[in-house]
């Protein structure tokens, strides 16, 4: 057991040799049964897990465990694919700063640069800006391609450079998450505010739970304080997804019903797509309060016990003054649910997508057990649109390219994709 801060935690039991024999074989069985790109489960993989077998079978240590697993499925080439333990005592900047970033080259050599740091969340409270930069976790010097990773239930000390070029140090408390929460501190979910006269801005930083009721209130309460706006930017920079709350969204970009798409286990479905999708279940309106779940539940059993597509469809919430005056911004981190939201836009012709081209991550995903407290997660179907497009692998170009100045943001706290955003909608 170690403690720090007045929180216990229990590292995992280290498992025995047969133990990591046996897990190993259980992850494989697994992504055999459910990966949903079995295509890729071929005899370059098979190679790979004989390489990768030793330095698994043969790990001196629970870390070193998990990274060798972790690096046998890096081989694999796709999103939602992880493996850790139960009782995970470390976690990504995403979850426990509320922060992503990018590497570049610094006058202190190839750091990582803060890209996005969501209001409310670690890093925010601590202090820290984009444009910073990284330069130490906990006295250890980072450097790309390493990712920098933070205890959980302890206080990490981050060293970076702030913007006005002084180097600083930050110490940020990475509570354990509560329930199934996958963030630490929740940053503000959702932020608006009028830019000028006309212009209304509404950031989401993530959209947390499965169906996503309080991030979908949260959204329209949001534009409705917004009054009477003729343009609109979402900002969707730095969200990597979540649950169905995107659809609210969605239905913020049309006045109609509009289906959206469908994740389908490719492997079991065997059907005509194109004409059956016509025939699967809609969800098409997510519930004003949690009350309501038991009869969502209810209503869309028999399909999910069928292992039958459900079709996301807007909700119709009907004309708004700011349609057809949307812009969306993105970047290399808008992810899974956010990218549903950007591939529908750009589907329906709804808005114009400003930023970085996405991340082209999306896929539906699960995780199983496979021994001794530890969990594979794996994907296991892939997202179409309505009109059949794939986006795993495939980022969606922005219809504006503008990229993340981070110089600019270090010397003048300037936006300049929010710039861009506002002067291609005054154009019209």
Same mark, same amino acid.
């Given at each position: 057991?170690?403690?720090?801060?007045?929180?216990?935690?229990?590292?995992?039991?280290?498992?025995?040799?047969?133990?990591?024999?046996?897990?190993?074989?259980?992850?494989?069985?697994?992504?055999?049964?459910?990966?949903?790109?079995?295509?890729?489960?071929?005899?370059?993989?098979?190679?790979?897990?004989?390489?990768?077998?030793?330095?698994?079978?043969?790990?001196?240590?629970?870390?070193?465990?998990?990274?060798?697993?972790?690096?046998?499925?890096?081989?694999?080439?796709?999103?939602?694919?992880?493996?850790?333990?139960?009782?995970?005592?470390?976690?990504?900047?995403?979850?426990?700063?509320?922060?992503?970033?990018?590497?570049?080259?610094?006058?202190?050599?190839?750091?990582?640069?803060?890209?996005?740091?969501?209001?409310?969340?670690?890093?925010?409270?601590?202090?820290?800006?984009?444009?910073?930069?990284?330069?130490?976790?906990?006295?250890?010097?980072?450097?790309?391609?390493?990712?920098?990773?933070?205890?959980?239930?302890?206080?990490?000390?981050?060293?970076?450079?702030?913007?006005?070029?002084?180097?600083?140090?930050?110490?940020?408390?990475?509570?354990?998450?509560?329930?199934?929460?996958?963030?630490?501190?929740?940053?503000?979910?959702?932020?608006?505010?009028?830019?000028?006269?006309?212009?209304?801005?509404?950031?989401?930083?993530?959209?947390?739970?499965?169906?996503?009721?309080?991030?979908?209130?949260?959204?329209?309460?949001?534009?409705?304080?917004?009054?009477?706006?003729?343009?609109?930017?979402?900002?969707?920079?730095? !969200?990597?997804?979540?649950? *169905? &709350?995107?659809?609210?969204?969605?239905? =913020? $970009?049309?006045?109609?019903?509009?289906? #959206? +798409?469908?994740?389908?286990?490719?492997?079991?479905?065997?059907?005509?797509?194109?004409?059956?999708?016509?025939?699967?279940?809609?969800?098409?309106?997510?519930?004003?309060?949690?009350?309501?779940?038991?009869?969502?539940?209810?209503?869309?059993?028999?399909?999910?016990?069928?292992?039958?597509?459900?079709?996301?469809?807007?909700?119709?919430?009907?004309?708004?003054?700011?349609?057809?005056?949307?812009?969306?911004?993105?970047?290399?981190?808008?992810?899974?649910?956010?990218?549903?939201?950007?591939?529908?836009?750009?589907?329906? !012709?709804?808005?114009?997508? *400003? &930023?970085?081209?996405?991340?082209?991550? =999306? $896929?539906?995903?699960?995780?199983?057990? #496979? +021994?001794?407290?530890?969990?594979?997660?794996?994907?296991?179907?892939?997202?179409?649109?309505?009109?059949?497009?794939?986006?795993?692998?495939?980022?969606?170009?922005?219809?504006?390219?503008?990229?993340?100045?981070?110089?600019?943001?270090?010397?003048?706290?300037?936006?300049?994709?929010?710039?861009?955003?506002?002067?291609?909608?005054?154009?019209?």
């Amino acid at each position: 057991m170690t403690a720090s801060a007045g929180t216990v935690t229990v590292s995992p039991i280290q498992p025995s040799e047969k133990d990591r024999h046996t897990i190993l074989e259980n992850v494989l069985a697994a992504l055999k049964k459910r990966f949903y790109a079995p295509e890729k489960l071929n005899v370059d993989w098979d190679a790979a897990v004989e390489q990768h077998r030793p330095l698994i079978e043969r790990a001196a240590t629970t870390d070193a465990f998990e990274e060798a697993v972790s690096a046998l499925l890096a081989e694999l080439h796709t999103s939602h694919l992880g493996f850790f333990h139960s009782s995970a005592s470390r976690a990504s900047s995403r979850a426990a700063l509320s922060a992503s970033y990018l590497a570049d080259d610094t006058p202190y050599g190839k750091r990582w640069i803060f890209q996005n740091v969501h209001s409310g969340g670690a890093a925010d409270l601590a202090g820290i800006q984009p444009g910073n930069i990284l330069l130490r976790v906990d006295g250890r010097e980072i450097v790309p391609p390493e990712h920098p990773v933070f205890a959980m239930g302890a206080k990490t000390v981050i060293d970076f450079v702030a913007n006005d070029d002084q180097e600083k140090t930050a110490s940020v408390d990475v509570a354990r998450p509560k329930g199934k929460k996958l963030h630490f501190i929740e940053p503000t979910l959702v932020e608006s505010r009028r830019l000028n006269n006309d212009v209304g801005y509404l950031k989401v930083a993530m959209f947390p739970g499965m169906v996503g009721v309080v991030v979908a209130n949260r959204i329209s309460e949001a534009v409705e304080s917004l009054d009477d706006i003729h343009k609109l930017i979402i900002d969707l920079r730095g !969200n990597t997804g979540g649950g *169905i &709350g995107a659809l609210r969204v969605m239905s =913020l $970009l049309t006045p109609n019903r509009i289906p #959206v +798409g469908f994740a389908i286990d490719q492997r079991r479905y065997k059907g005509n797509l194109e004409s059956d999708k016509l025939a699967f279940p809609r969800f098409s309106r997510i519930p004003q309060g949690t009350k309501y779940l038991c009869l969502l539940g209810l209503r869309f059993a028999p399909a999910m016990m069928a292992k039958k597509p459900i079709v996301l469809e807007t909700e119709g919430l009907g004309p708004k003054p700011f349609h057809g005056r949307i812009a969306l911004l993105v970047d290399r981190h808008t992810a899974s649910a956010a990218e549903m939201i950007v591939a529908f836009a750009r589907e329906n !012709n709804l808005a114009t997508i *400003i &930023g970085e081209k996405t991340a082209g991550r =999306l $896929l539906s995903a699960t995780s199983v057990k #496979v +021994g001794k407290g530890f969990r594979l997660a794996l994907p296991t179907g892939v997202y179409r649109t309505w009109n059949g497009s794939v986006y795993e692998g495939n980022p969606i170009e922005p219809d504006l390219p503008s990229e993340f100045e981070w110089r600019d943001r270090r010397v003048a706290s300037t936006d300049r994709q929010l710039e861009s955003a506002v002067d291609r909608l005054h154009k019209g």
